[in-house]
Structure formats: C-alpha cells, structure tokens
C-alpha cells in the first residue's frame, strides 16, 4: 500500500526520473536552488550530533529576521515623535502586529545566543585549523555584526528601556582611548541621544548591517565549500587512511614491489569512499528545511508565549534606576562596575579597562586562534579532542565566566546597581500616585 | 549503503511531519488568539443593546471592529472606546449599564469638551493607544501615567472627579479659578494666601530660596528623599506630607510647616502635579478671564457689568 501511494505521487509530481548516479547529481546542479549545495556531502556532516547544525539555525533567524524586519518596516516610522506610538500601534491595533514584533524580538535575541553557541561548536571541534581560518574570522565578524544588529535595533522603540539601554551602551565606547569619544560622536550623531542617533541606528539596522551579514553569509557559505565541506570530513578522511580498505589479495604488486600492501589503494580526490557520502538532495536540501521549521516553530511559539518587552515612552531627564544595557552586552556593564574603585570621593572609573582593554584583548584573543593553536591535526573535526584540552578548558571557563557576569547583571542587579539575591526585597522605586 | 540512506530519509521525513503538524497548530493559536479579543465580545454586545432601547437602525449601522478618536494636533490615539461604545449614547443608553457600555455621565463640562476635540486621556489619563484591559488602564512596565481611576484616587485620599482636576489644569493652568475644579481653586488661593512666590518661582517670578516649581510634575520622584515619608512612596504622598510638615519629610529644608489641613496639602499637591511641560496648542487654552468671570457669583448685579465679564466665544 505505501509502495503503491509512493509510485503514485512520483508518477503524478515528477515528469522525470534520474536513471544514474550521474543524472541524479547533474539534477542538484543543474537546479537554481540546489546548486548551492554540492552534489554529495559527506555522510558525517549529516550526523546531528556532530554540528548541532547551529549555522544553518543561525541562517534561519537570519531569514526569519529578514521576513519579520521588512514586514515591520510597513509600519515603523525612524521618528523620535512617531517611533513609540507606532510600535504602541503594532502591539495593539496591528493584524498579527504584536506576534511580528515578538518573533523578531525573540529571533533576535535568539540568534545572539545561536551563533555564539555556533562559534563554541566550532571551537570545541577544532574545526578552524588550515584553511579553514580564514572562515574562523569571517565567523567572528559576522558575530559582532550580530551584535550590534541586535544593538542598533533595541533603541528603535524609543522607550525608556532602549533609550537607557543605548545611553549606557555607547557611554562605554565613549571610553576607548583616543578614538572614543569621536566613536561616541559618530553612533549618536551629535553629543547626546536623540532623532540623529534614531535615525543612524535605523539605517545600520535596516540597510547596512543586514547586507554586510547577507554578503558575509554567502562568502561563509562559499568557504565552507571550498574548504572541503565541515571539519569532520578531515577525521574521516583520517580514519580512511589509516585503515585501508580490505582488498582481495593479488601477488603481482607486491611481487614487482609497486606498493608495500598486497593492492593499489585507490582514492577519491577528497579521500572520501562513496559510502561516505548521500545526495544533497534531498538529503540536506530535506535536512535544512527540517531545522528552519524547528526554528521557526520555536520562535513563534516564544513569540506566542512572551511578549517583547516595552516600556514607557523615552524620557531623558528620567533615568530609570537601573539602567542596564541589553544582555548580551551586560556582563561588559557588570566589569565595568565591578572594576570602578571608589576611594573616598575619587572615583576611577572602570570603563577603559573593563568596557574597552578586556573585551578587545578577549576579541583579538578570539580572531588569532587559528594561529595560536598549536595542537596536532589529528584534533580536527572531533569534539572535545583530549590533545586540546587546555584549549577547550580555556573557551569553556570565559565563557562560563561572561554567562555568570550576565546573569548577576540581569538578575541579580538592582537600583544603585547593588546585589540583591534572588527572593531579597528590593526597595520601591516610587509610582507617581 | 541504501539502508543507511533509508533510515536517514524516514527518520527527517517523520521529522518534518511532526514540526509540519507542530507548525499548523501553532499558526491555529495565532489566529485563535488574534480573533479572541476582548474588545470583541463587548462589540457584539452592543448592538443588542441599543436594539433594546430602540435603535434598531443604529445597530444594524454598528461595524465592529477597532474604535478610536483621533487628534492629531495634540497627540490623541484614544482607543478606549472600542469597549466603552456607549460613551455618547448618554440620551438613549440608562447610566445603570455596567461598565464599559456605560454612557458617559452628560457632565455640564462635557458640552465645552467634546469627544472629538478631547478624546478620553487627557482628562482620564491611561494608555490611549492600548486595545487590552490591563493594557489601557494600568499601562505596561515603566508606564507611570496611569488611568486616574476610582480605586487609585481612593488611595490618594480623593474622588476620582478631585484628582482629575489635576488634569483639568493642564489647560486651566492660568485661570485663576474654574468652574467646578473646586480642588484646583483652593489650590490656587492657597498658594496666593501662603505667598508661595517669596521663596519658589513660578514661570519667572518669585524667589530663589526654594527649588523653581514651573514644571514640578516632571520631577524625577526618585531624586525624592523618602525617608521621612510615612504614608505610600509616590511622588503624590511626598508632595502631600512635604507640605504638611516640610521639616519631617526634608530635615534640612528651610520650608516652613504650614500646619495645612490633610484637603489642603491634597489640593496643593493636585496643582503642583498638574504644572508639567506639555504642549498643547493655544486654541485649546482657555481665557483666563472668561473662566475667573464665570466664577464671579452672579446674583451682584456689579460683576456682570464689567466689560472682562462679557463672554468671548472660542
């Protein structure tokens, strides 16, 4: 019955069928839409367990974002008058208005989270190494420009919490030394937030951010590609070449002394025997599909549950208290606190050294590592390879060490920026009646 | 080989029909959601009702859907009355209809502010814009205007028609006494027999001694000491002990203690609260005069003499 329903849909969805192997892979590449993919991958980047695929769930909330952000467009006007009323507009009188506006929210936020995730995968696989560099610092620049996507676009609501959010963000960069203030002059446009600095963010978050992300994806793409598919193909190929396949034994080779086995060992270009490999499509082309609706599903269903934080209309002679940056960028205010040292009425503040020096030398840190490793090629392509260790040991402490900054920050952080454990009482802010 | 592929195929195909189904019921929550509105169910409300008190034309006319006024000039998107849709049925709906098809009480204020040139959030405060309950009278997060209601008037020791007057004075800030803003009068007498000026200036005349207070409604309510405050910690409460006792609430202060009456140091509080940088444009400022002459007690045949007390048409 299934075999008779599976015949029927082909007979009555395809005018054609592939007959060899060779017509099968001319179909991929012949096809707009498919030759992005080569005609085979490796069977190993299929493994879910090996990459996670968390870049192509980074490229679904890129697209997500993009769908989203050009439909939220329709509404939003860049003005520091109009800005809160029409994202007030969205959220109340807008069909669907308040789910477009959570989902590219939550997507956002999400895909912060997802490409650094994506970023430790890479790291803790050692999947870097050669040629592959090159696509290690296109990663870490399309990982800033995440960031400050997400950052250019968490002031075009206008309310209090993007105004102060903004206000604490570019203070910090205020702090760089000789070039800060001037980087300060350029984000706001002017001395002080308002319809210059609106307006700057909302054409880096509508134009400039997005293409460059879009071109750096292809070139990204493009790398993968050329660098021999995902870094597990090189244990694989490791593997093959250690074990040589079993061959029937023949005495003439060793006989006229041609090889030192018992057969010529014959391999493929890429080292990778057939059984290695499947069709891309469907296999990857079903595969991606698979994880953009997984992605997709879950942020709608974040978007359904949770409503995008908005609150009052901005008011620059209100601080809110406190103010906090976005979370991502938190764990830099919570160094910049805790580095700030008071002694008596002399302060010395903390920006340059935990706002500026620290998270450039972790940056730089972060770009040179495919250079810095030194560990055996033999680590490439596996997960947490015990002749890396140190290495591994090193991302996974930074990274715990910012998670943890960020959630005393989010958390724990209350007015005058002063701990308060979860369950303590936290003094009222006064209401106005 | 082909065996390995097969488990790849049926295991992501049954994959995508899983997300596929998960992908449809959630897109059926959207629209469920998006369709279950609360303003929904008092829009097909209504037109039975004013089937029932015999306007059977007027409700066939009723279109649902969102409702509101809209005045650009001084930044009204008022919402509201996509649920209150009995507000100016007032001659045809009892005022005994539960909220928020209750017609809105015929006031004599009512007739010099019409709905269309007022709206509802200039005197009632709120989230005009919002369509949702919670929404519209308490606002979201940070969203410290809220709707000046019974219950939060109660709690400030006032009616809900004596704290609006606060409002009232956004307009009526230069008359020097209104019809029926009895709260914002004494107010206004008080600060004139307290001789408030010696010490607080008020759009450039006074003295220095104390802080300026031509805006003091904008103030930030957390550069407030509260310390000293034994009531409720809002600006509001502040306003009011401060005035009362100015040396318990602020130790350093050189205000005086004015011994006010509790209705005294709320009435102040009312126009302090109401003096706040807002633009609203001038044919929406009364005349000072007409407003002082109509509050001129007209059985002395005197005041309806004087020239100022001729009544000008706005």
């Known amino acids: 019955m299934g075999d008779q329903i599976k015949a029927l849909w082909r007979k009555t969805s395809w005018a054609w069928s592939p007959a060899s192997e060779r017509e099968s892979s001319e179909a991929i590449v012949k096809n707009f839409w498919l030759h992005w993919f080569p005609a085979k991958v490796a069977r190993a980047s299929m493994d879910w367990n090996y990459s996670f695929w968390l870049g192509t769930a980074s490229a679904s909330l890129l697209l997500i974002l993009t769908i989203t952000g050009v439909m939220l467009m329709f509404f939003y006007v860049p003005s520091t008058e109009r800005a809160y009323g029409s994202i007030k507009d969205l959220e109340y009188a807008v069909s669907f208005g308040r789910l477009l506006r959570n989902q590219h929210r939550w997507a956002a936020e999400g895909m912060v989270a997802v490409v650094y995730i994506h970023m430790a995968r890479v790291f803790f696989t050692g999947a870097y190494r050669g040629t592959r560099a090159i696509n290690w610092v296109v990663g870490v620049v399309l990982f800033l420009a995440t960031l400050f996507l997400s950052f250019t676009g968490y002031l075009l609501p206008w309310d209090q919490l993007a105004f102060w959010a903004i206000t604490v963000g570019t203070s910090i960069a205020k702090q760089a030394p000789l070039v800060g203030p001037t980087i300060q002059f350029l984000l706001l446009g002017g001395n002080e937030i308002g319809q210059q600095t609106l307006l700057r963010f909302y054409v880096l978050h509508v134009f400039f951010l997005p293409v460059l992300v879009w071109v750096l994806f292809a070139y990204h793409m493009w790398r993968v590609r050329k660098d021999g598919g995902l870094a597990v193909i090189e244990r694989v190929r490791n593997e093959r070449v250690m074990a040589p396949k079993a061959t029937p034994k023949t005495k003439s080779y060793s006989l006229f002394g041609l090889t030192p086995g018992t057969s010529v060992q014959v391999m493929s270009s890429t080292g990778l025997e057939e059984s290695d490999q499947v069709f891309s499509s469907p296999n990857m082309s079903r595969r991606i599909a698979l994880v953009f609706l997984v992605v997709f599903n879950l942020t709608l269903l974040a978007a359904i549950i949770f409503n995008a934080p908005l609150e009052g209309l901005a008011n620059p002679s209100v601080t809110p208290n406190p103010a906090k940056a976005p979370w991502y960028f938190v764990w830099l205010q919570e160094l910049v606190a805790s580095t700030t040292v008071r002694m008596g009425d002399f302060t010395v503040s903390g920006a340059l050294l935990g706002g500026i020096l620290l998270p450039g030398f972790l940056l730089a840190v972060l770009t040179m590592w495919p250079w810095l490793d030194r560990s055996p090629r033999s680590a490439e392509g596996r997960w947490l390879a015990p002749e890396r260790k140190r290495q591994n040991a090193t991302f996974a402490v930074a990274t715990l060490a910012i998670i943890i900054l960020i959630m005393v920050g989010v958390y724990l952080r209350g007015p005058y920026w002063r701990l308060y454990w979860p369950g303590q009482p936290r003094p009222e802010t006064p209401r106005l009646y | ?314």
């Open chain 2, 1 to 314: 080989m082909a065996e390995k592929n097969e488990s790849l195929e049926t295991k992501d195909f049954a994959g995508m029909v899983a997300m596929s189904i998960v992908f449809l019921v959630l897109v059926a929550v959207c629209f469920w959601r998006e369709f279950s509105t609360e303003w929904g169910g008092y829009q097909r409300e209504f037109p039975q009702l004013l089937g029932h008190y015999g306007k059977a034309e007027d409700a066939r006319d009723f279109r649902p859907g969102i409702q509101q006024i809209w005045i650009p000039k001084i930044g009204v998107t008022d919402r509201c009355i996509s649920c209150h849709l009995g507000y100016e049925w007032s001659s045809v709906l009892p005022a005994t209809i539960a909220e928020p098809l209750k017609p809105h009480p015929m006031n004599d204020w009512l007739a010099k502010h019409e709905f269309a040139r007022f709206g509802c959030t200039p005197c009632h405060g709120g989230d005009g814009a919002a369509t949702t309950i919670a929404g519209a009278h308490q606002g979201g997060t940070g969203w410290d205007d809220p709707m000046l209601s019974r219950a939060l008037a109660a709690q400030n020791g006032l009616t809900m028609k004596e704290m609006i007057q606060m409002r009232c004075n956004f307009c009526h800030r230069h008359d020097v006494a209104t019809p029926g803003m009895e709260e914002i009068n004494l107010a206004k007498q008080l600060f004139k027999k307290k001789k408030c000026l010696v010490c607080h200036i008020v759009e450039g005349r006074g003295g220095a001694t104390g802080p300026e207070l031509t805006y003091e409604g904008d103030r930030n309510p957390e550069l407030l000491n509260f310390a000293h405050v034994k009531g409720a910690h809002t600006f509001f409460n502040w306003n009011v002990e401060h005035l009362t006792l100015a040396s318990v609430v602020s130790p350093d202060t050189q205000m005086p203690d004015f011994n006010l009456q509790p209705q005294e140091s709320r009435a102040l509080t009312l126009l302090l609260l109401s003096w706040r940088r807002l633009t609203y444009p001038p044919e929406y400022i009364p005349d000072p005069q007409v407003a002082a002459a109509a509050m001129q007690p007209s059985p002395t045949p005197t005041a309806t003499a004087t020239p100022t007390a001729t009544p000008v048409a706005h």
